[in-house]
């Protein structure tokens, strides 16, 4: 029984029909998950799978959102990005990836998310990044990862207009990656607002939180 399988979907930019590999939901099986969300699978990775690239423009995004409508207002800017992109020969993003092909999708949803005014989900792309060079175990690129992804939630958390659903998730990973780069003041900052502003939640993101809170505290 295949892991995976062939989804079609139509790029929102040149038209075209892209095939991307998803992954059997009867598959995914996550083992644990480490103290940043990070999901470790058992099996199929499906971290791997999750944006999808359009093989004619480069176009990028999650695959839950690929096929959304852009914007007028942004093709300008996402038209220079194609111009500048240069993808190896050897790279395929309908086939099944490894990790540099899916670094290399994320990379590219990250840019295109930037450029449609989406720092929370470019903050997303970036931290995808950096636990699939965790994966690598190439400390030097996942910490350059978390630090992109650190900068585009500040930019989440100050400028777009975050849900009461989602902003314990944001508040959290500013927390989490503060903590992980080393900027102790500004975790224990971030955490104790997280704790404090939702001590009643049953989010899991509060409660990591407050799990973190106590380790820097001792």
Same mark, same amino acid.
């Given at each position: ?13 040149? *038209? ?22 990070? &999901? ?68 590219? $949803?990250?840019?295109?998310?930037? $450029? ?51 902003? &314990? ?5 500013? *927390? ?5 780069? *080393? ?25 990591? *939180? ?9």
């Amino acid at each position: 029984m295949p892991d995976l399988w062939d989804k079609k979907y139509v790029c929102p930019i040149c *038209g075209s029909q892209v095939v991307s590999k998803k992954v059997f939901t009867d598959k995914v099986k996550i083992k644990e998950y480490e103290p940043d969300m990070k &999901p470790n699978y058992e099996g199929v990775n499906a971290l791997l799978y999750s944006a999808v690239v359009c093989n004619q423009c480069h176009y990028a995004a999650l695959d839950t959102e690929f096929e959304n409508h852009v914007s007028p207002i942004y093709l300008d800017q996402i038209r220079d990005i194609q111009r500048k992109i240069k993808i190896p020969d050897n790279v395929s993003f309908s086939a099944e990836r490894d990790h540099r092909a899916a670094i290399l999708s994320y990379a590219l $949803a990250a840019l295109f998310y930037e $450029a449609k005014k989406q720092p929370c989900r470019t903050a997303e792309m970036y931290l995808r990044i950096a636990w699939l060079y965790r994966e690598l175990k190439d400390k030097e690129n996942e910490y350059k990862a978390l630090a992109r992804s650190l900068l585009s939630f500040e930019e989440c958390y100050s400028k777009a207009n975050i849900s009461e659903e989602k902003e &314990p998730m944001v508040i959290f990973y500013l *927390g989490e990656l503060s903590y992980r780069l *080393g900027k102790m003041e500004d975790a224990r900052r971030w955490f104790s607002i997280l704790i404090n502003k939702y001590r009643n939640s049953n989010s899991y993101y509060v409660k990591a *939180g407050r799990d973190r809170w106590q380790e820097i505290k001792e």
